[in-house]
């Protein structure tokens, strides 16, 4: 996929998260996990966003995938937020 057609889909998609990596939480404040004991993110995350879209369509599949390696690099996480969250789509580009 070009550059401009992938970056075009994530300031699309991911623009206005709220957070890289917020989590879900009960009544009681606690994460929720799923069956496999995962913590569950937050809908309105990065990471929400990125995984819901990754179950239909393979571009976030794939970009799921590399942000899964970067778990433990928090400079770098805190600089994708930063960068993805400063733009904003440009419809007119279509």
């Known amino acids: ?21 917020d989590f ?8 929720v996990t799923d069956e496999e004991g995962n913590a569950v993110y937050d809908q309105n995350s990065l990471r929400g966003i990125v995984k819901r879209l990754a179950k239909s ?4 599949e794939a970009l799921d995938a590399k942000l899964d390696e970067i778990e433990d690099n928090s400079d770098l996480k805190s600089q994708i937020y930063s ?8 419809m007119s580009y279509y």
């Open 83 to 90: 960068t993805v969250n400063s733009q904003t789509p440009n």
């Open 1 to 21: 996929m070009p550059f401009d057609e992938a970056w075009y889909l994530v300031t699309r998609n991911l623009g206005e998260c709220n957070s890289y990596e």
């Open 57 to 60: 369509q393979t571009f976030f």
């Open 24 to 31: 879900q939480r009960d009544a009681n404040g606690n994460i």
